[in-house]
């Protein structure tokens, strides 16, 4: 990517990026976890561990660099303007960045001072810092198309939980809290390790055992605090974890209320078991055949492009279904699709009734139809997927000829008349095929 100033960018979603950013999320990840235990367990301050860590400060600086480096999105633009850039980055993480990379470990490893016995050890936890700009990353992820964004939520929430509960259970150790006593075990730091990190959960989530409890002012004072982060963070995880459930799948918990509240109303006004299974019966097939999506609904916001690609897509196997759509131009079928509306008729709907003014006329997505006569007492004929009816009505302007009743669920497309009316002198060929279709129909009815 080039600027203005022709120095190449980095594309904030090319691939290289986002491999880097994970990579930094590994090593983040590694430090928040080893660094606390460094600072409690001085015997885990191995050659391997000071290497991990100079890897992490130098990926820090690198990571900086390529901040700097990389262009911005903004209302979905990349911004590649350098200024602006660099601005945003230091305005938002540029401090806790350069803090978490300074290479506080070579310093003393250099002048002698990395002892047991100096503060001067806690200086490692300024790495932390890094978890500020981290959350970028993990904002990102929620943009994953692969992943729920509820689900990504979820994945979030326990991973601060589980990096809180590990850096309070770090400083119950640091302030010596006291451990259950097993006689004969000797403890590891493994083992003391757990039990903070038990005494942690169980403090955290106000489950409080009290089987390890605090003995010295200091830890009176810490286990307060933790008390006290546990109560308002225990609200906060439920409400949450409440929220992401709910949001799992939106259209099910949707759906599901929409469904309780018409139940509610049946049995008030005390319809019929029959009517009742019918409209329950009616819910479900809209939840298998649709997921109680309304389609106007989405396309309603969308812009005028969209919204006809859009409906391309969904009108898609009727277009392909019915004969007459087949070999139209796209500019029929543009225009034929942004005027069919979708609707769902029940077993034994009548659809159509003979005699009464029409107007619309149906095409046939999927399910099967009767049409009959006046009184129900002749059978016309059976029409199923692909194949239209309600034309006559409005070709000729006359009543209705014949009744057509859904044989089971019917899904089918409605054409208002207006836009019958207005397509019909526009596009000759439709016109001729709807003609063709009425003319055998009527003459099958003794019509003409
Ligand atoms: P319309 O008269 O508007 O409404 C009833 C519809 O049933 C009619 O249009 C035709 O589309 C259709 N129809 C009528 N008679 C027959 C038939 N014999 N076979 C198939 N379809 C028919």
Redesign the pocket.
Known sequence: MRNNGQIPLIHPDCLCRVVWEIYVLIITITITISAPLRVIFLELDTTLLLVCDTIGMLTYIFDIILKFNTGILQHLEVVTDRRIIARQYIKKYFLWDIIAAIPFTWFFSASGMESANTLFRFFILFRLFKLVSITSTLQRAHRLKFIKPAFARMILLVFWILIAAHLIASGWILIDGPRKEITGIEPTPNSIYLEAYYWTVTTLTTIGYGDITPETSTQFIYTIVVMLIGAALYGFIIGNIANIIANIDVAKSKFRERMENISTFLQYRNMPKSLQNRITKYYDYLWETRRGYEESEILHDLPALLKTEVSLFLNRNIIERVPIFKNASPEFIREIVMNLEPVVYAPGDNI?IYGEQ?SE?FFINIGKVE?LNEDASIY??T?TSGQ???????LLSTP???T?KAKGYCDLYKLEKKTFDSILTRYPDFAKDVEKQ?ED?RR??GLT
Do not use: H
Not at 388 to 394: D, K, N, R, S, T
């Open positions: 159509v029409g006329m049409v016309y004929a029409l239209f009816f309600g034309e006559i009505a409005l209705r000829t014949a057509v009425a129909n099958k009815l």
